[in-house]
T-cell receptor, first 113, second 115 residues
Framework: AQSVTQLDSHVSVSEGTPVLLRCNYSSSYSPSLFWYVQHPNKGLQLLLKYTSAATLVKGINGFEAEFKKSETSFHLTKPSAHMSDAAEYFCVVRTDGYSTLTFGKGTMLLVSP | DSGVTQTPKHLITATGQRVTLRCSPRSGDLSVYWYQQSLDQGLQFLIQYYNGEERAKGNILERFSAQQFPDLHSELNLSSLELGDSALYFC??????????????FGPGTRLTVL
């Protein structure tokens, strides 16, 4: 079985300050992990993915995430928030050998000027 | 733009009715996935097709069915609609059936409102 816990339902930051969105996962086998972003009234866009290569993964728009097996975490970070980063972010796990994705409940990122 | 297209964008219907949602995958992708996003359940996987065959099944109700056609487009049929079926329905596609390299790309979704 696999599951994902996004530790914060909402995160508020000021423009120009760092972003940290927290994610813990549970998986019986080696997981693949993803972060997707959903802007208002838009579809889901892939930000980055981890598939057992380098543990620090760089994605689009300056985001990165680090896979920490000992902590079963895959937190998403960005050094400096931009107004356009305001959106809902989903942490997703997939157990290798399977195709189905399990989504976290999402974290809404609010960016104030 | 992911390359996955979904029609219609919005759908408003009444309880008890039946609707069909359509998805065209990215060029070259053989797998199609359907997801439901609702306020109370979040994003849930419904079903996957790979090259015309059902590959994996998630939390899909018996009132719902899907198929993938020879040209690889897919349709999700929802029948005997209830108020609780109101949700955003996403289609995703990927090149492979599964595996490390497999990445799902999502369409813009169809918003279904059942009145």
């Amino acid at each position: 079985a696999q599951s994902v816990t996004q530790l914060d339902s909402h995160v508020s930051v000021s423009e120009g300050t760092p972003v940290l969105l927290r994610c813990n996962y549970s998986s019986s086998y080696s997981p693949s992990l993803f972060w997707y972003v959903q802007h208002p009234n838009k579809g889901l866009q892939l930000l980055l993915k981890y598939t057992s290569a380098a543990t620090l993964v760089k994605g689009i728009n300056g985001f990165e995430a680090e896979f920490k097996k000992s902590e079963t975490s895959f937190h998403l970070t960005k050094p400096s928030a931009h107004m356009s980063d305001a959106a809902e972010y989903f942490c997703v796990v997939r157990t290798d050998g399977y195709s189905t994705l399990t989504f976290g409940k999402g974290t809404m990122l609010l960016v104030s000027p | 733009d992911s390359g996955v297209t979904q029609t219609p964008k919005h759908l408003i219907t009444a309880t008890g009715q039946r609707v069909t949602l359509r998805c065209s995958p990215r060029s070259g992708d053989l797998s199609v996935y359907w997801y439901q996003q609702s306020l109370d359940q979040g994003l849930q996987f419904l079903i996957q097709y790979y090259n015309g065959e059902e590959r994996a099944k998630g939390n899909i109700l018996e009132r719902f069915s899907a198929q993938q056609f020879p040209d690889l487009h897919s349709e999700l049929n929802l029948s005997s609609l209830e108020l609780g079926d109101s949700a955003l329905y996403f289609c995703a596609s990927s090149e492979l059936a599964g595996g490390l390299r497999n990445t799902q790309y999502f369409g813009p979704g169809t918003r279904l409102t059942v009145l």
